[in-house]
Nanobody, 127 residues
Framework: QVQFVESGGGLVQPGGSLRLSCVAS????????VNWFRQAPGKEREGISC????????VYEESVKGRFTISRDNSKGTVYLQMNNLKPDDTAVYYC????????????????????WGKGTQVTVSS
């Protein structure tokens, strides 16, 4: 089965940090740009960050810019999302996805163009 496997979610207090990990299962993400999405209860799934394979370029949605950092270790086949200064509004299920392109496109926030997904990991920010 071709999918991502996310991990690292949990319950954290406001202002705290978490690091999410994403590995590929059934395929290699070696040549693919990888995206992080999230979906809060009652809201649509939204793209928040992307990292290209070709040059490691990153993009961030405004609400997470300066707080979240996406990175990848191609030798381990893993993509990370370091989340700092977490807020209650960050509470959501977080997903990895790829459209199987090697670079991040302008539509990186659109879930409809993604081909491979994971099942997600829950992040809850609450005191």
């Amino acid at each position: 089965q071709v999918q991502f496997v996310e991990s690292g979610g949990g319950l954290v207090q406001p202002g705290g940090s978490l690091r999410l990990s994403c590995v590929a299962s059934g395929f290699s993400l070696y040549h693919y740009a990888v995206n992080w999405f999230r979906q809060a209860p009652g809201k649509e799934r939204e793209g928040i960050s992307c990292i290209s394979y070709m040059d490691g370029r990153t993009v961030y949605e405004e609400s997470v810019k300066g707080r979240f950092t996406i990175s990848r270790d191609n030798s381990k086949g893993t993509v990370y999302l370091q989340m700092n200064n977490l807020k209650p509004d960050d509470t959501a299920v977080y997903y990895c996805a790829t459209d199987r392109s090697s670079v991040c496109h302008g539509n990186y926030r659109n879930p409809k163009v993604m081909d491979y997904w994971g099942k997600g990991t829950q992040v809850t920010v609450s005191s």
